[in-house]
């Protein structure tokens, strides 16, 4: 089973407006970490934001917020107020537990910017 | 800005050739990781390094693929003899590794090699 998934292969949204991006996992561990990265088409991986399982608010970092629904396992990434900058690919990854340092990754949704 | 280091940044050879991948982490950074990535797919981890320990290399097709890193800081990964599916993108991440951080262990990239194998 998919332990991360993406369910979003690409989207197309109007610079300006806000996008979210899904994001649901699957785990038993009581303690997890998420993340979201961005890959532009130069291909270097940029860390946007982490969520952990015991973190009573959502992350938010600038533009960019975390919508996480623990009962759902939902972790869904809001960039609010979109811009040609933005596109890009998008991966959400996991980490199971506090001591393998390794990441889970999805399969990523190819986010393009509309001027 | 402390960043991940990797040269070279593009690489074309021919099948049966061998490469050499080098990356320098961030300053500091215990753990490194080897990744390689498919276009249009996550990316697939090779090996994981704590210091100079490879903590795994399960996927790494030991066969054609070496990873080493002697002194516990930069890294190289070579690829002998390269295949026409070891076209990819390559990249290094590193990440403080320290106990204590847990889940929130973060991991930086480097800008990654493309290869092309002919």
């Known amino acids: 089973a998919q332990k991360i998934t993406q369910t979003q292969p690409g989207m197309f949204v109007q610079e300006k407006e806000a996008v979210t991006l899904d994001c649901t996992y699957d785990?038993?561990?009581?303690?997890?970490?998420l993340f979201w990265y961005k890959q532009p088409s130069s291909g270097e991986m940029i860390f946007l934001i982490y969520q952990g399982s015991y973190d009573q608010q959502n992350a938010t970092e600038g533009r960019y917020s975390l919508n996480f629904q623990k009962a759902r396992k939902s972790a869904n990434l809001v960039i609010s107020a979109s811009q040609l900058g933005d596109s890009a690919m998008y991966f959400c990854a996991m980490r199971e537990g506090d001591s393998n340092y390794q990441l889970i990754w999805g399969a990523g949704t190819k986010l393009i910017i509309k001027p | 800005e402390a960043e991940v280091a990797q040269s070279p940044r593009y690489k074309i050879t021919e099948k049966s050739q061998a490469v050499a991948f080098w990356c320098d982490p961030i300053s500091g950074h215990a753990t490194l990781y080897w990744y390689r990535q498919i276009l249009g797919q996550g990316p697939e981890l090779l090996v994981q390094f704590q210091d100079e320990s490879v903590v795994d290399d399960s996927q790494l097709p030991k066969d054609r693929f070496s990873a080493e890193r002697l002194k516990g800081v930069d890294s190289t990964l070579k690829i002998q003899p390269a295949e026409l599916g070891d076209s990819a993108m390559y990249l290094c991440?590193?990440?403080?590794?320290?106990?204590?951080?847990?889940?929130?262990?973060?991991?930086?990239f480097g800008p990654g090699t493309r290869l092309l194998v002919l």
């Open positions: 785990t038993s561990d009581p303690s997890y970490g």
């Open positions: 991440a590193s990440s403080l590794g320290v106990g204590g951080s847990g889940s929130r262990e973060t991991q930086y």
